[in-house]
């Protein structure tokens, strides 16, 4: 059954998100037949546009000016709308993210539509596309159906099979011009302050070294920073550390904070809590660095360090640094 | 000001989850206000406080969720829908639908809600509502200014902090860190116990059964696979740490 897939690019910083990609490998496969679509919305994006064809999108719509610069919600829900109007689409992927997630409900309301947040896994049964998502920050998951109407989802990064390019498509670039009203302006960001270090988006992070109780102080985290920073990661952290007072919580992963799916999760003095577990537990390969034994995150860990983190992080740090020549 | 907060009664974060049959079972389960609504009607609170006005908390949910709107009230909110109809809840769309139709009885200022709730996660239906409204919304706020019908929200952007100004009304939606919520005092929990919960059906609201029919449907809801238990690895330090360097770039290859 042919579709009309459109993706919504994430991007952050003037930079596309690898879950842009994601999303472009899952429109490829639900396509069948029918056209895929990039959307670009910002100020000084048009370039990103370049490649997106062998990435599978058969046309990039961007929407570039300079209103655009800032997520503002209705100026972005403007620019959908319009694009709505001048093709009707089947499934609309947004990335499940700061600005997908803050966008997609609002899209689905004007052009009549459920939603389904938080995707991690998308099937054909027969016939019909099949969601799989986790509830419950990952203690269970549900499949969901749309009964009617457009489909918009919300896509998790580091999760569907990304696309990895040599579509060939010729990805023809359409400028959207769209006469933003006074009233899609109504909200303005008048300041952007850039808290967390570079490199650490903890949601998008291959590697993610977090820490606990057990790092005692907002000093603490120092080494845990250095290993992130050798493995190219970022660095998260429990409730028990930002309630604490240790670190912002920006940083927080659990069940109340952000659910994290990386490659690599390298717990540092976390005791394992069950809505710190929820957070993470779908990380491919979990270590887990713990005083205690009896410590419960040692139960979902594949590989477990007992001992002092202030002594075993710095060690495997200068180990990683020699293996890795960094 | 009058400021409503919708608010849903979910699973405590610590409980495990039980499944049978494909349901998620309830027995022995301990609920709480959902803990990104719980900042909302902090904040509400103390925005009453500041400017006076009214604070009216709503659920769509199950009769069990007039424990979460007792807490609400005992924590200072002064008035408490609860809207009980399976129907009203059958999807996001079905709820924000509901929400709207709530929202529009009085003439409200502001509308907070938790970002999302901590069980099905689908941070939906503040949004939702804000569009079905025509009002603007700020998602994830972790600071808040309300003066002179403006608001200056600080929203959490993926770690970043965007300062958002925008009119009233508004729907804000709270991210952790917004406030620290207060403890209800005992003689708030008893003020509320004797404060009447208002209780609408859909066709109080001016809703038939079309207006809320779902688009999305559950059809299946099961436990994740089962993690292979790990190994603790053994030996000094050092062998351990060459040991586990070794697994995660040479067996696992998720370092490079």
């Known amino acids: 059954m042919a579709r009309n897939v459109w993706v919504v690019a994430d991007i952050r910083q003037q930079k596309l998100r690898q879950v842009t990609f994601d999303m472009l490998g899952a429109a490829q496969r639900m396509a069948e037949g029918g056209r895929v679509t990039a959307m670009l919305i910002g100020h000084g994006v048009a370039e990103l546009a370049a490649g997106l064809g062998d990435h599978g999108a058969d046309e990039v719509w961007v929407a570039d000016a300079p209103q655009l610069a800032s997520f503002v919600p209705r100026a972005y829900l403007r620019v959908l709308a319009e694009a709505a109007s001048r093709q009707t689409p089947d499934v609309v992927l947004f990335a499940h993210s700061a600005v997908g997630k803050s966008l997609a409900p609002a899209f689905a309301v004007r052009i009549g539509a459920g939603q389904v947040s938080d995707v991690t896994s998308i099937d054909t049964e027969d016939g019909r596309l099949v969601f799989t998502r986790p509830i419950y920050a990952g203690k269970a998951l549900t499949k969901v159906v749309f009964i009617r109407g457009p489909m918009v989802v919300t896509v998790r990064p580091n999760n569907l099979p990304a696309s990895t390019g040599g579509a060939g498509k010729p990805g023809r670039i359409v400028p959207l011009a769209v006469p933003l009203q006074p009233d899609d302006l109504v909200t303005l960001v008048q300041e952007v302050v850039q808290k967390t270090r570079a490199g650490a988006d903890l949601t998008e992070a291959r590697v993610i070294v977090s820490g606990g109780r057990g790092v005692q102080s907002a000093e603490g985290f120092q080494p845990l920073y250095e290993l992130a920073e050798v493995l190219g990661g970022a660095v998260g952290a429990s409730r028990g550390a930002c309630d604490a007072g240790y670190c912002d919580y920006a940083l927080q992963i659990g069940q109340t904070g952000k659910t994290v799916t990386p490659d690599l999760y390298i717990a540092c003095g976390i005791s394992g809590a069950i809505q710190h577990i929820a957070g993470m537990s779908g990380s491919k390969v979990i270590v887990a660095i713990n005083k205690d034994p009896e410590a419960p995150i040692f139960q979902i860990a594949d590989y477990g360090i007992v001992g002092d983190l202030f002594e075993v992080v710095p060690r495997l740090t200068q180990a990683f640094r020699q293996v890795l020549g960094r | ?256």
Not at chain 2, 14 to 22: H, L, M, P, T, Y
Not at chain 2, 136 to 156: E, Q, S
Not at chain 2, 208 to 216: E, K, Q, R
Request: hydrophobic share 45%.
């Open chain 2, 1 to 256: 000001m009058n400021i409503l907060v919708c608010v849903k009664q979910t699973f405590d974060t610590e409980e495990r989850i039980v499944i049978e049959d494909g349901i998620i079972q309830e027995e022995g389960v301990r609920f709480v206000v959902n803990p990104y609504d719980e900042y909302a009607i902090e904040e509400a609170i103390r925005l009453k406080e500041a400017h006076g006005g009214e604070v009216t908390v709503v659920s769509v949910g199950p009769e069990r969720a007039e424990e979460a709107l007792r807490t609400a009230l005992a924590m200072g909110a002064d008035e408490a829908i609860l809207v009980d109809d399976p129907r009203a809840r059958a999807d996001e769309a079905a709820v924000a639908t509901v929400l709207a139709a709530v929202a529009r009885q009085k003439p409200y200022d502001l509308i907070l809600a938790g970002n999302y709730a901590v069980d099905d996660g689908s941070g939906q239906v503040a949004i939702r509502l804000a569009e079905l409204l025509g009002w603007p919304y700020v998602a994830t706020v972790i600071r808040l200014m309300v003066a002179d019908g403006r608001a200056t929200a600080h929203r959490d952007a993926e770690g970043d902090i965007e300062v958002v100004a925008a009119p009233l009304p508004l729907v804000i939606t709270a991210q952790q860190g917004l406030n620290e919520p207060r403890y209800p005092s005992l003689l708030g929990i008893r003020r509320a116990a004797k404060k009447p919960i208002a209780r609408l059906r859909l066709s109080d609201l001016g809703l038939a059964a079309t207006d809320v029919a779902p688009y999305t449907e559950v059809v299946a809801t099961f436990a994740p696979p089962a993690k292979q238990p790990g190994r603790i690895l053994s030996g000094t330090l050092d062998e351990q740490v060459a040991a586990l360097v070794d697994a995660l770039c040479r067996v696992e290859r998720v370092v490079s």
